[in-house]
């Protein structure tokens, strides 16, 4: 059987699982599966980037989606009464102090020559910008958080349609990749790990407890959309008559339109990303990125800059995944840094890169929607297997309470099977890379 037949019936088997999910389910289901699976098919890209492309064993995934969520807020709100007025400026101008301060004390740790003076020098430069930093950075949060906090009590964002926010969102994550890895990007793979797994639980736990950015754990709430909203289209004369010619309620048919938009826009991104990561790949820079990966050492004998590279494949794919993080934030309508959690954010990427195939972009789009499905569907399945297991079993038997309450855990279980299964019989993906 060649590749393109393979790889064909891969995908005709996910579209069917999708399309026999919306017949005995229902069709909501079936989109919502399939969005969710585009945006995790672009986020398994982002981390194909790094790990298929390059060997980086990036662990903060969950960090970049989020500040992709965040960038929607931060472009597509608008902006609170009030709020700049009564601290704006004052903010801005401490986090500016704030990075002075830092790169002050970089410049001496590199001027100055060792010894106390410049320990000192150093010292000194970190607590007076400090206490200086916290002098105008607290009573500005103050005022600002101070503002409706019921509904608001946060800076607010710019105002502009929602489909800026999705390039936005992958700025703001390179953004902060490039810091990260002008730091991190020296470590060896093990140690690489846990610093971008610990940053992303810093950015996580400054989303929840700065309320002037984003409202921390109250969440923001009604986001621009740039579908239709369902009521509006419930009360349009001719979109309902066209759901009635169709067989459909006006409640049935909006709700499955709005997704259908969302699906079209979300396709496309994806078909861009993925045509411009497999330029990259047979590109002789994706050439260059597999020998970096397969061996660093005879790379930089060749005079590659090995590190320059990482650091530009780190920015590209975390720019990736702010973006599907921006994508995923508009179509939920809402910002919730609660809901982040390296199980779903990290973890399951994981799973969908290794299982679709490490260095293969469409083994990495064919493991986002099948892992996702997976993900969705085990827990009702596992439900319908285990009340069938149990029928014929009295109630209160400790059995039967026990499979019951057991199905809960079964989409871990899943995911780990899953995992034993390809790693044993096809230990490099579904589609591996050639």
Aim: glycine letters at 12%; a neutral charge.
């Amino acid at each position: 059987m060649s590749d393109s037949v393979r790889n064909t019936i891969y995908f005709a088997g996910v579209a069917l699982l999708i399309i026999i999910t919306g017949f005995v389910q229902s069709w909501n289901t079936a989109l919502f599966i399939l969005n969710f699976g585009l945006i995790s098919a672009i986020m398994a890209l982002g981390v194909n980037l790094q790990w298929g492309f390059a060997g980086l064993f990036n662990v903060g995934i969950m960090g970049f989606v989020a500040l992709g969520g965040l960038a929607t807020v931060l472009v597509s709100m608008p902006a609170t009464p009030g709020a700049w007025q009564a601290g704006g400026a004052p903010v801005i101008g401490a986090l500016m102090l704030g990075a002075a301060t830092v790169v002050a004390a970089v410049i001496l740790m590199t001027k100055m020559k060792a010894g106390k003076l410049r320990s000192f020098s150093v010292f000194g430069v970190l607590v007076v910008g400090f206490f200086v930093y916290r002098g105008l950075f607290d009573p500005a949060v103050g005022l600002i958080e101070d503002i409706d906090p019921a509904a608001t009590g946060y800076l607010g964002g710019l105002g502009l349609p929602i489909l800026f926010a999705w390039p936005a969102g992958g700025l703001l994550a390179a953004a902060v990749a490039w810091l990260i890895g002008k730091t991190a990007l020296g470590l060896r793979s093990d140690y690489l790990a846990i610093a971008t797994l610990g940053i992303s639980e810093i950015i996580i736990a400054v989303m929840k407890n700065e309320d002037w950015l984003g409202r921390g754990v109250k969440n923001v709430v009604g986001l621009p959309r740039p579908a239709p909203y369902e009521v509006d289209l419930q009360s349009n004369t001719a979109f309902i008559e066209r759901a009635n010619g169709l067989g459909l309620d006006a409640v049935t048919a909006s709700t499955l339109w709005v997704k259908l938009i969302y699906a079209g826009l979300f396709t496309v991104v994806l078909v861009i990303l993925f045509v411009m990561a497999q330029r990259a790949l047979h590109s002789p820079w994706g050439r260059m990125m597999r020998a970096i990966r397969d061996n660093e050492f005879a790379a930089e004998a060749m005079g590659k800059n090995v590190t320059a590279r990482h650091l530009q494949i780190f920015v590209l794919g975390s720019a990736v995944c702010g973006i599907a993080g921006a994508m995923m934030t508009t179509l939920d309508g809402q910002l919730t840094p609660g809901t982040y959690q390296p199980l779903r954010f990290t973890f399951l990427i994981w799973v969908m890169v290794i299982v679709g195939g490490s260095g293969s972009n469409l083994g990495s789009v064919l493991g986002g929607f099948l892992i996702w499905w997976l993900w969705v569907m085990v827990e009702p399945m596992g439900s319908v297997l285990m009340n069938f297991v149990t029928y014929g079993m009295t109630d209160g038997y400790w059995l039967k309470d026990h499979l019951l309450e057991s199905v809960a855990h079964m989409r871990l279980l899943t995911m780990g099977l899953v995992l034993l299964l390809v790693l044993r019989f096809s230990p490099r993906g579904l589609i591996p890379e050639k």
